[in-house]
């Protein structure tokens, strides 16, 4: 955006002199056009593009900023400045240095961190506390490493959780072994990913000229240490305080507030023109933001002129009427579909919006619901491509495993152990041509304190799977010496030695995508999905339903197989779906979206759905994450400044299923809509 298109408060912005520069970019303030602005000032004024680092909160955003950077420059110019998320900048850099990293999404490691946390046994210390799940000790480590610099995991537990101290010793071990597996695979999660990037800056000669930083108040200890390992001559970060709402993923608002603190010589500039929304919803934003501590001084000011309709508060008796009116006001609404938006606090309020569109036949999408690459039948087959490239992959390999009959976490676990074991450190080579012709299974170590238990493994002939058919070298593999390991499963494992001898040395991404689809191993897996899915309470199945699966899912493996047609080198396949793949979405039609999720989106028409005390504030959530009523009013502020011309509030008085009485939210006494 040329200079002369700003306005006063945004071109002392994008001019700032080279320092420590924060802009206090409000709701609907031109803060990317502010952004794009000041890149194009400073490659104007002879500074390089690759002498500039972007990071956005979502590649996408960053995508964007680039796309105009080109309209005002070149495309060739802009692609070279380094832009993306903390994640995939950091990725880009040390893969560009020569360091490997495999990267693995919280779903697949918590699987890990589960065949971990089921071999101990918290029974000894008879406690009435109920441990925590495997699931959640990873959201807390998670936690832990985005928001701890200089305490240990357990020490921080102890503190944190008082009424869990007594397991803190099992916990921090299980996170121990969990680390030795992840560096023994070469896994790591995306917080591994900005730790390794950290360690790799402080021994390395990255340099930039100036690091620009969006969405600033969202950032946690974690990457602000990464902005601080950066050797660079200018920052120049935006942001908002009011709508710092990932409390709970680690971002702390303290960082954008002690910017002046610290950084030497800083300078705060404040765009307040907004250009999205009417008088009437900025007056009401502003009405209820103001409750929360102001950490620098600003006033958002209205630069639309016309007349608006004032923001209106919609009261039902019950909650699933207030879903039902909603959908029949946006069925009458002269709105286009994709110009309207339903905005809730909690999933469960989108199912009933969601299923009352559909009855009025209205289209909607829903952000945050499961995407085509979540689908249980597409991460199947990325499993079985991951594994053929890192044949260490443990995750990919339980991942396949959990479909075969008998076979949970733990077993699927030992089975990949005992391959990699046999196969000198190769599930691949385990399954084809096993080194070691010992039975790989042995017995555990006990430790009590920490929870470890052994268990007893028995033997078996090999001989009990002759004459089925099978492949007569895979039936000299001592894997299959294990009692545990049944006809079912000796058919599964089969299958899968079958795919692999197949597949293994094939490089091109579309014939392997052909060859998994192909495999009696999918097809087995096909299947078990399909039935799953058709089952009905009775446990029969209509055989036109499951039909109809097996095609929805054979549609899928079509679709990626047409996606790798774009890829000739498999790794880049495979690295492009992990990084990319969570922010691509299918659909069209009225947008359901969490407040999280409308983050940075404008609508015509918004709806604020059960907006009761305990709902919106979500004070359930705030007791879990350690969050406040200052952040539930930042969700609201940020909820209420995705409207530009019309806002509807709502809420219900009862739920008659669970038989709740609800009472109101208190930012809408806050908002005047409702008096105390």
Known sequence: MPLSKLNKEQYA???????????????????????VSRIGYLLSKGVKPEQLLLLTFTNKASAEMVERIGRLFSDKLAKKIEAGTFHAVSYRLLKKSGKNIVLKLPKELKILLKSIHQKRNFSYLESKTQPYSAGHLYDLYSL?????????????????????????????????????????????????????????????????????????????????????????????????????????????????????????????????????SSAPILHLANKVIEKNPRLYPKKLEVTRVGDFAPPTLLIFDDLYSQYQAIAHKISSSTTKDEDISVIFRNNASADGIEAHLREQGINCKRKGGTSFFETREVKAILDMFTLLINPRDIMSFIHIFEYAKGVGEVFAKDLFDALYK???????????????????????????????????????????????????????????????????????????YIYVNQSYHEQNPMKIIENISKSKLFSMITEHLAIQRVKQKDGTIDENQKKEAIDNIKRKAFLLRDLSRNYSDKYRFINA???????????????????????????????????????????????????????????????????????????????????????????????????E
């Open 13 to 35: 912005a994008a001019t700032a002199v080279f320092g420590n520069n924060l802009i206090i970019a409000s709701a609907g303030t031109g803060k990317t056009s502010t952004i």
């Open 144 to 276: 832990y490493q985005n928001k701890v610099e200089q305490m240990g995991f357990g020490e921080w537990m102890k503190e944190q959780y008082s009424d869990h101290a007594e397991f803190s010793d099992i916990y921090e071990d299980i996170i121990l072994e969990f680390n030795e597996i992840k560096k023994r695979f070469g896994y790591a999660d995306f917080n591994d990913l900005l730790i390794t990037f950290r360690e790799y800056l402080q021994s390395s000669d990255v340099h930039f000229t100036e690091i620009l930083v969006d969405e600033y108040q969202d950032t946690n200890r974690l990457q602000e240490s990464l902005i601080k390992n950066f050797k660079r001559e200018s920052l120049f970060c935006v942001g908002d305080y009011d709508q710092s709402i990932y409390g709970f993923n680690g971002a702390d608002i303290s960082i954008i507030g002690n910017f002046s603190q610290k950084y030497e010589n800083a300078q705060v500039f404040s765009l307040n023109k907004n250009y999205r």
């Open 422 to 496: 046999v196969g000198d450190g190769s599930v691949i080579s385990g399954i084809l041509d096993p080194k070691d012709k010992k039975n790989p299974f042995k017995r555990g170590v006990i430790n009590r304190q920490l929870g470890l238990f052994d268990e007893i493994i028995e033997e078996e002939n090999i001989a009990r799977f002759k004459n089925k058919g099978y492949d007569a070298k895979f039936l000299k593999n001592p894997i299959l010496k294990n009692s545990k390991i049944n006809d079912d499963l000796c058919l599964y494992l089969h299958s899968f």
């Open 577 to 675: 779906l992990t990084l990319g793949g969570g922010e691509m979405s299918e659909g069209e039609g009225v947008n359901l979206l969490s407040v999280h999720a409308s983050k940075g989106l404008e609508f015509s028409e918004v709806y604020i759905v059960d907006l009761m005390d305990g709902r919106f504030p979500n004070r359930k959530l705030m007791s879990k994450n350690g969050g406040d009523l200052d952040e539930e009013r930042r969700l609201f502020y940020v909820a209420v400044t995705r409207a530009k011309e019309r806002l509807y509030l709502s809420y219900a008085k009862y739920d008659r299923v669970k038989k709740i009485d609800y009472i109101h939210s208190p930012f809408l006494v806050e908002a005047g809509l409702i008096k």
